[in-house]
């Protein structure tokens, strides 16, 4: 018998002009069976060498170690994070209404996957992550996963009733918040075959997730919160707290101070919380798409059709 969560799943894929049967069955195994489909993607499942001939076979191209093509811009154009800033992250799980943004090219920068759509925002699921799973020894709590949004929080729910649970909206903050003091950073994740669009809040680090890893291995699956960090000179003191907690790698220190290798930096605001002298401080960059802070968002939307 289908499932009550498969079924709204599938309702939800009708409605969508460019949603395709292919679509819905990427999705559909994507959701039912996450922790396969993410321990083949990073490489550490023991189907992911076999995986991994037979997409060589059939693309002819060479892979990376970790399993992942090398060039596979068509994969992180349609499957990708979003950074946010922890107060944007807190700002998402605290939505009271239901809200419909399409084709945010300007905040989520990739040809796919851009739409923010929250069906009863209230509805959170803690999922245990899929990328810390899937590590011999992975970072710890593993429940800090949180599919926001329906249909998606009652399809994990009901189909991963062991490795899930439901959360208030309060709880989902206090995830954030111990998240956010061990130094994860805040990803808005999205994809095409979850309806083409945002559906979890994941909480990363550089040793686990499969996104950074892609990125380091050069696929741009990750784009900045819009913001950049900087430095002010004449209050750092050089002590590198900084840079242990950057999980981008994205900062140094030269010659007693503290630079930022701003192409690397994407903004997440980790290192700016870590610096107890306040040299630290999150800046707009233009050049980084618009941050998705999701009350501008409602506000300008309620502006423009007021």
């Not at 349609?78 to 922890?86: E, F, I």
């Not at 840079?243 to 290798?261: M, N």
Request: glycine share 6%; net charge negative.
């Amino acid at each position: 018998m289908i499932k009550l969560s498969t079924r709204a799943f599938i309702d939800e894929a009708r409605d969508l002009d460019a949603y395709s049967i292919l679509d819905f069955l990427h999705g559909y195994v994507y959701a039912r069976w996450p922790y396969l489909y993410i321990g083949i993607g990073v490489g550490t499942h023991p189907i992911a060498k076999v995986y991994e001939r037979v997409l060589s076979i059939l693309a002819r191209r060479k892979k990376d170690s970790s399993g992942f093509e090398e060039n596979s811009r068509g994969m992180t154009d349609s499957y990708h994070g979003k950074v946010l800033t922890h107060e944007s992250a807190r700002a998402l799980v605290l939505v009271q209404e239901d809200v419909d943004f399409r084709d945010l090219e300007s905040v989520i920068p990739y040809p796919k996957a851009r739409d923010i759509v929250l069906q009863n925002p209230e509805q959170i699921v803690a999922l245990e992550c899929p990328c810390r799973a899937a590590r011999e020894e992975p970072c710890l709590p593993l429940d800090v996963c949180l599919i926001v949004g329906e249909p998606f929080a009652s399809f994990v729910l009901e189909h991963h009733p062991q490795r899930s649970r439901k959360v208030t909206q309060i709880e989902a903050v206090r995830v954030l918040e111990e998240e956010h003091e061990r130094g994860h950073v805040h990803q808005a994740f999205l994809k095409d075959a979850m309806l083409g669009r945002f559906y979890a809040i994941c909480n990363c680090c550089s040793c686990c997730c499969g996104a950074m890893q892609l990125m380091r291995n050069g696929s741009p699956m990750i784009t900045s919160s819009g913001y950049v960090a900087r430095v002010d000179e004449g209050v750092c003191i050089g002590c590198g707290s900084c840079l242990e907690s950057c999980q981008f790698q994205a900062s140094r220190l030269d010659h007693g101070f503290v630079q930022i290798d701003e192409p690397a930096c994407m903004g997440c605001g980790i290192c700016v919380d870590t610096c107890e002298e306040g040299a630290l401080r999150l800046e707009l960059d233009p050049a980084r798409g618009e941050p998705l802070e999701i009350i501008q968002l409602m506000d300008a939307y309620a502006e423009t059709y007021a």
